[in-house]
């Protein structure tokens, strides 16, 4: 919604408005309402194609473009003076070849995977003057193969980095060297759910079959890598014991942080189909609504009402945030990592009760009335 309000004081004065992105893909009859052009897919090989046709007055409704790469050095020169956080945010890759029904990249990508050139990507990490980098891909070893290769250009640059990837590199040795070698301190996964019923729901029973849980968390904590875990609330079989079950699994292992989040059906994926067929959601298109505020359920849990959950996610947090549970996953994380990401680990859990109360019950969209006129 807030998108669409930016878009809207920008035609009132007359600009011309495209809208890119996954939303914009995944409902572009949508986003044509509130503006003059949608991209839908990946931008780079017609974005030249919309500037050229915006100069000349001729600008299309709609573009298509291709899921792929164009060889594009982003200048980043822009940000300087901004007090932007001191990490460069890359991308290796694209899409994920897993299918989980709540996943818009899933969606997005139609469950594929497309490799970014190696070349590319050592020289943009090369380019930056920065020493810490966030590798923005949402499954990074989706090609294992891609995946190896790289990290092994990357070993020389003597870097440190972090990024997201599946539980499915602990059962892989090599990787797990490979990755640490070449400087990951941290990596992110989506846990979920420690129920088996909820994952074969949100089809993700491959994770189950990996193997014994704890078993492959040790197996990335050996290697030195840190874990920053997210579970999702929400799916049929969840009741109060999943939220206990998910924090003390959390603590037991002394994850490096973790993310408790209820279940959000983005639009275009199947998990919103699933409930809007089962007249489950409280919104048709809760992204719409000037009510919705963050924390809110857009939906009807099975097992609880819609405020407990609310409540549950939210304590869950704040019990993992305590001090002193914070304290013993710091002591965890100092033995892992490399002393240059222990500042990294303070400044994200010290503050992170104080984070989730700031966040709670804002709205997605408004704050625009003190834009100038």
Known sequence: MRGYDIAAKFRAKGKKV????????????????HG???????VESVWAEALADLENGSLKARYEGLAGYAAVNPNRSIFSGKKYLPVTLVETGRGCLHSCEFCAISAYYYSRYIPRPHEEIVAELKQSERRYHFLVDDNLIADRDHA??????????????AGQGTLEMAKDPELLQAMKASGCELILIGFESLNENNLKQMNKSWESALGERDALVENIHRAGISIYATFVFGFDDDDEQAFSDALAFSKKHGLYTVA??????FPGIDTYKR???????????WWLERSYRYGELSFTPAKMTCERMRQLFRDTRRRFARLPTVIRRGMAAMKRNSPAMWWLFWAM?????EEIDQKMNVPLGGFLDEWPK
């Open 18 to 33: 495209i809208f890119g992105g996954y939303h914009a893909t995944l409902c572009p009859d949508e986003a044509s309402e």
């Open 36 to 42: 003059d052009s949608v991209l839908v897919g990946n």
């Open 148 to 161: 190896i290769g790289l990290f092994k250009k990357m070993e020389p640059l003597k870097i440190k980095w």
């Open 260 to 265: 408790f989040n209820h279940l959000l059906p």
């Open 275 to 285: 409930l809007k067929g089962q007249d489950r959601l409280l919104f048709d298109k």
């Open 349 to 353: 859990n010290l503050r992170l009760g």
